[in-house]
């Protein structure tokens, strides 16, 4: 079967996610992620449901919940990395924060209803970005005209920017138009690429303002600092800067005057509301655990501040009230020194898929360094092509890696596919070094060339435990 194709047109029109079944999911997310199966197909089903919950009844839409992920399995193994890519694949709205960083409400901490904040501004920031996208011909042309009026200055009489078709008895400002379309021309052939102008750029007035909030308040500090500068003028500061450079700020001002904030506005809510995904990643760090006094108390209390916001509820936000209930909530833990039954029942309720993640061992390694699209040697490769050295990996070097990563996991902590950096760049590194003054460019990576690098290392376990 031939891979799923995504482009920017398709996305977020009906047929996107009609097209995008539960096995095209999982063969995207295999172009990224090596093995993982039971996962891949938890998120797959989870995605799909989405579409199918947008295909049911008004009156039954609202009732059906999404069905939240609660993913287990040690550090190093994918668990980010799929959810990250499965949002970006749905082009959803995407937050990773550390349920480690919240405390319940009394104790100094960020609050979890941050969390709602934080996507609905990283929501706003994408639809404004596609907004512009879609202005951008006729920004690019309101620019030009502003560029050309700057290179050319207006005629008299005629409105800045203007183009207007003058009669036959107006032979010099028909004389002023042939010479702005030769300027226009010259601009499209970068004629006036090394030319300076000088434009007035826009910039709020104002001191320098400090706001000092208590630990956990940093949301009161930065809705202050906003409504305080709205109330501060704007002005106008000329800039001299080549013609490129000032077309490029010219676009952005003409793109947002183009822009609509309150559909911006409109159109965020919506989309967070409906297609946003929270990852809480360390969800095991706030399991409660008997015997354990201290700070160790607000743990549940975190898992308790938490439910409403996993099971459904408004949040207030600066740009409008935000509903949880539809939001897609992924959360994943090592689960080492606890076990998902140590969360609270209510908060284990609302996460009714559990998929348990595998370990990494040397075969996966060596599948995770050569096959994925975004493969750890291909990159490598291709950074040092920058520097003109073509690097050459034999497949038994890429096998003789995969294993010592995986015996340095073994003996000292397992970390996952984490591991193959650590150990790839302490290879390289003499070649990264001197890269730029390598008179041989060509370089071939051997098993003995693995082995004399990284030998003495992984033999040693104390240096071994420092250095990888």
Aim: charged content about 35%.
């Amino acid at each position: 079967m031939e891979p799923l194709t995504l482009n920017e047109e398709s996305t977020h029109k009906p047929d996107f996610m009609a097209d995008l079944t539960p096995k095209l999911i999982v063969q995207q997310l295999d172009s990224f992620i090596v093995g993982q199966d039971k996962a891949k197909r938890a998120v797959a089903v989870a995605l799909r449901n989405r579409w199918r919950r947008q295909q049911l009844p008004e009156n039954l839409r609202d009732e059906v919940a999404p069905k939240n992920i609660l993913m287990i399995g040690p550090t190093g193994v994918g668990k980010t990395e799929i959810a990250r890519r499965l949002a970006r694949l749905a082009k959803s709205p995407f937050l990773k924060v550390e349920a480690s960083k919240y405390t319940e409400v009394g104790y100094v901490g960020r609050d979890v209803e941050s969390m709602i904040r934080d996507l609905l501004e990283l929501t706003r920031n994408m639809v404004k970005e596609e907004k512009e996208l879609e202005m951008r011909d006729q920004a690019r042309a309101s620019a030009e005209e502003r560029l050309l009026d700057l290179l050319l200055p207006p005629h008299p009489g005629q409105a800045t920017g203007e183009q207007k078709d003058f009669g036959a008895d107006s032979l010099g400002r028909q004389q002023y138009q042939k010479t702005r379309d030769k300027f226009r021309t010259l601009l499209h052939e970068g004629k006036f690429d090394d030319r300076d102008v000088e434009i007035e750029v826009s910039e709020r007035v104002g001191p320098s303002l400090e706001v000092v909030t208590p630990p956990g308040m940093e949301d009161m500090d930065n809705n202050l600092k906003d409504m305080l500068s709205n109330f501060m003028p704007r002005r106008s500061k000329k800039k001299k800067l080549k013609v490129p450079d000032a077309f490029r700020i010219l676009c952005r001002e003409e793109a947002e005057k183009l822009v609509d904030p309150e559909k911006v506005n409109e159109e965020a809510l919506e989309r967070a509301q409906q297609n946003g995904i929270i990852f809480i990643d360390e969800i095991d760090k706030i399991t409660g655990r008997e015997g354990l006094q201290g700070p160790d108390v607000s743990r549940e209390g975190v898992q308790r501040d938490l439910l409403p916001i996993v099971e459904g509820s408004s949040v207030n936000t600066k740009h409008g009230i935000v509903k949880t209930d539809h939001i897609l909530f992924i959360s994943a833990g090592a689960f080492h020194s606890s076990k998902p039954s140590d969360l609270i029942p209510e908060f284990q309720g609302r996460f009714p898929i559990r998929v348990e993640l595998e370990s990494l061992d040397e075969n996966d390694f060596f599948r995770i360094l050569t096959e994925p699209d975004n493969a750890l040697i291909r990159q490598y490769e291709e950074l040092l092509k920058t520097e003109t050295v073509e690097l050459k990996f034999q497949e038994d070097a890429i096998r003789e890696i995969a294993r010592m990563s995986a015996q340095v996991n073994e003996r000292t902590e397992n970390i996952g596919a984490r591991r193959l950096q650590t150990v790839l760049e302490k290879l390289l590194e003499d070649i990264s070094f001197n890269a730029p003054d390598l008179e041989e460019k060509s370089v071939t990576i051997d098993r003995a060339y693995v082995q004399d690098r990284l030998k003495n290392i992984i033999e040693n376990e104390d240096l071994s435990r420092y250095i990888l």
